[in-house]
């Protein structure tokens, strides 16, 4: 090899190092006496100098496909590339796209295919005017994804904390509340779920605005996979439906936890720790119930009050938060105002009659799903639960 083809070489090196890898240099490239290539890598952050076999696999790898495109594509080829990003970082990976196009596609008039599963390589494509993206559902069928027709689904991914990648990536997203839903999902249902992208959103009220967007989504037919919301109860029943592709479920129970308080397990966990004064599974039950009934009056009482009580006279901290006297003192009175109309024909008597009627009728309803609940063994434990 002539020292000028050697030159050539080094140059292609040290463009992809510089483009991929700018951690690292060429330290320089030699033949061997029996006709081997021997390249040194130097470390910029320590200064040290290493055998190009010594860097990852991946590091590695990619050295070495983007050296051989540079010797070896004709002008006007076709790259096939099959997942690049393996054993790669997410910040080497969002230089790939980029450094494919530009260095070895666009001077040599190159067509590429690429392949990947790479979140980053996705939005990189999304980003770029000179790329199309396809999503390859079988062999047969590779459809075109125009991120213009999708910006707004996209958009409410990314809000909801998942990407595009996710969506296309996976059979359908699975959104969750909490940790605690996304962990018990994962740990019980692993084979119902596999496949799915499982999300926790932290809340609840926000979503629920976000899912008008998918089911809009659906209807001008921009939505292609599963879209699932699991919900709490939280004692607040949502009224909104779901469709084929935006499914929505809510918990029946307080919170998916409470499926799993029956008095069965409650009983087995607490005879393992030995706690004091268990004695049989009849005794415990008995005990249980008469906790949950000790709780129904409390329980009713401040679930019926708070749809009956009057305006809140407190102030609010928004309300006085580098305002003047004047203008707090028109929002107080103005709700002092609001008390008084509310409180101007109240009838002691008939008040005190009407909530003890209805008092009484929610408590009944309530002992009879405890009584039930107990009975079945399921996890009406308490009046609260």
């Given at each position: 090899?002539?020292?000028g083809?050697?030159?050539?070489?080094?140059?292609?090196?040290?463009?992809?190092?510089?483009?991929?890898?700018?951690?690292?240099?060429?330290?320089?490239?030699?033949?061997?006496?029996?006709?081997?290539?021997?390249?040194?890598?130097?470390?910029?952050?320590?200064?040290?100098?290493?055998?190009?076999?010594?860097?990852?696999s991946?590091?590695?790898?990619?050295?070495?496909?983007?050296?051989?495109?540079?010797r070896?594509?004709?002008?006007?080829?076709?790259?096939?590339?099959?997942?690049?990003?393996?054993?790669?970082?997410?910040?080497?990976?969002?230089?790939?796209?980029?450094?494919?196009?530009?260095?070895?596609?666009?001077?040599?008039?190159?067509?590429?295919?690429?392949?990947?599963?790479?979140?980053?390589?996705?939005?990189?494509?999304?980003?770029?005017?000179?790329?199309?993206?396809?999503h390859?559902?079988s062999?047969?069928?590779?459809?075109?994804?125009?991120?213009?027709?999708?910006?707004?689904?996209?958009?409410?991914?990314?809000?909801?904390?998942t990407s595009?990648?996710?969506?296309?990536?996976?059979?359908?997203?699975?959104?969750?509340?909490?940790?605690?839903?996304?962990?018990?999902?994962?740990?019980?249902?692993?084979?119902?779920?596999?496949?799915?992208?499982?999300?926790?959103?932290?809340?609840?009220?926000?979503?629920?605005?976000?899912?008008?967007?998918?089911?809009?989504?659906?209807?001008?037919?921009?939505?292609?996979?599963?879209?699932?919301?699991?919900?709490?109860?939280?004692?607040?029943?949502?009224?909104?439906?779901?469709?084929?592709?935006?499914?929505?479920?809510?918990?029946?129970?307080?919170?998916?936890?409470?499926?799993?308080?029956?008095?069965?397990?409650?009983?087995?966990?607490?005879?393992?720790?030995?706690?004091?004064?268990?004695?049989?599974?009849?005794?415990f039950?008995?005990?249980?119930?008469?906790?949950?009934?000790?709780?129904?009056?409390e329980?009713?009482?401040?679930?019926?009050?708070?749809?009956?009580?009057?305006?809140?006279?407190?102030?609010?901290?928004?309300?006085?938060?580098?305002?003047?006297?004047?203008?707090?003192?028109?929002?107080?009175?103005?709700?002092?105002?609001?008390?008084?109309?509310?409180?101007?024909?109240?009838?002691?008597?008939?008040?005190?009659?009407?909530?003890?009627?209805?008092?009484?009728?929610?408590e009944?309803?309530?002992?009879?799903?405890?009584?039930?609940?107990?009975?079945?063994?399921?996890?009406?434990?308490?009046?609260?639960?």
């Amino acid at each position: 090899m002539s020292q000028g083809e050697i030159g050539n070489i080094a140059e292609d090196f040290e463009l992809v190092l510089q483009g991929l890898l700018p951690g690292k240099r060429l330290a320089g490239v030699s033949v061997t006496p029996v006709g081997l290539l021997k390249v040194g890598i130097v470390e910029s952050s320590s200064g040290k100098t290493f055998d190009i076999d010594s860097m990852s696999s991946g590091e590695k790898g990619l050295l070495l496909t983007f050296l051989l495109m540079r010797r070896t594509i004709a002008h006007g080829g076709i790259v096939l590339m099959d997942e690049p990003e393996l054993n790669l970082n997410p910040a080497v990976r969002k230089k790939i796209l980029p450094f494919l196009n530009d260095v070895i596609a666009k001077p040599r008039d190159i067509q590429t295919i690429l392949c990947t599963h790479s979140a980053e390589i996705l939005g990189q494509a999304f980003e770029r005017g000179d790329c199309g993206v396809y999503h390859l559902r079988s062999h047969r069928d590779a459809t075109k994804i125009y991120e213009r027709d999708h910006r707004e689904v996209f958009e409410a991914l990314k809000r909801l904390g998942t990407s595009p990648a996710d969506s296309l990536f996976s059979n359908g997203n699975l959104f969750v509340e909490g940790d605690q839903d996304a962990a018990i999902l994962e740990e019980g249902f692993f084979d119902l779920i596999s496949g799915y992208k499982v999300t926790n959103l932290g809340g609840r009220t926000e979503v629920e605005k976000e899912i008008q967007v998918f089911k809009e989504a659906e209807r001008r037919g921009e939505l292609g996979k599963l879209h699932c919301f699991i919900f709490d109860l939280d004692r607040k029943p949502t009224s909104l439906q779901g469709t084929s592709l935006v499914r929505l479920l809510q918990w029946d129970r307080t919170c998916l936890e409470n499926y799993l308080l029956g008095s069965k397990i409650l009983f087995d966990v607490l005879s393992e720790v030995k706690a004091k004064g268990l004695t049989s599974r009849g005794d415990f039950e008995a005990k249980l119930r008469g906790l949950a009934m000790g709780q129904l009056t409390e329980v009713v009482a401040r679930n019926l009050y708070a749809g009956l009580e009057p305006e809140n006279p407190g102030i609010r901290p928004a309300e006085i938060a580098g305002a003047p006297y004047p203008q707090i003192a028109q929002k107080l009175v103005s709700r002092l105002s609001t008390i008084k109309a509310q409180l101007a024909n109240l009838d002691e008597a008939a008040w005190i009659l009407s909530f003890t009627t209805s008092a009484e009728l929610e408590e009944a309803k309530l002992r009879s799903c405890v009584s039930n609940g107990l009975r079945r063994g399921s996890n009406y434990v308490t009046a609260s639960g």
